[in-house]
Nanobody, 116 residues
Framework: QVQLVESGGGLVQPGGSLRLSCAAS????????MAWYRQAPGRERELVAR???????NYLDSVKGRFTISRDNAKNTVYLQMNSLKPEDTAVYYC??????????WGQGTQVTVSS
């Protein structure tokens, strides 16, 4: 069983930055794809950024150039650096781990609020 613990959310002004972290338990992290999703009130959960076990990344169009996903396999941690934040980035952000066997695990979510 894998557990994911997110941290780093909070309240930030438009144009500000936040870095989210997601720490995973167990030994399968380095072989797993990791992703960040978000869900705003009244909207469906959407994929924000993804990084494969080999380091290949992809992003939601609206965050390209502003957000960066990265991983540290030695720390079993994935990060989401968010710069130039906008009010429309406000959402609960979730971390997801997908094993090579395609089993998925989710974190509990962390709130990001962008507001002046």
């Amino acid at each position: 069983q894998v557990q994911l613990v997110e941290s780093g959310g909070g309240l930030v002004q438009p144009g500000g930055s936040l870095r989210l972290s997601c720490a995973a338990s167990g030994s399968i992290f380095s072989r797993s794809a990791m992703a960040w999703y978000r869900q705003a009130p009244g909207r469906e959960r959407e994929l924000v950024a993804r990084i494969t076990s080999g380091g290949i990344t992809n992003y939601l169009d609206s965050v390209k150039g502003r957000f960066t996903i990265s991983r540290d396999n030695a720390k079993n941690t994935v990060y989401l650096q968010m710069n130039s934040l906008k009010p429309e980035d406000t959402a609960v952000y979730y971390c997801k781990l997908q094993t090579p066997m395609l089993t998925m695990y989710w974190g509990q979510g962390t709130q990001v609020t962008v507001s002046s």
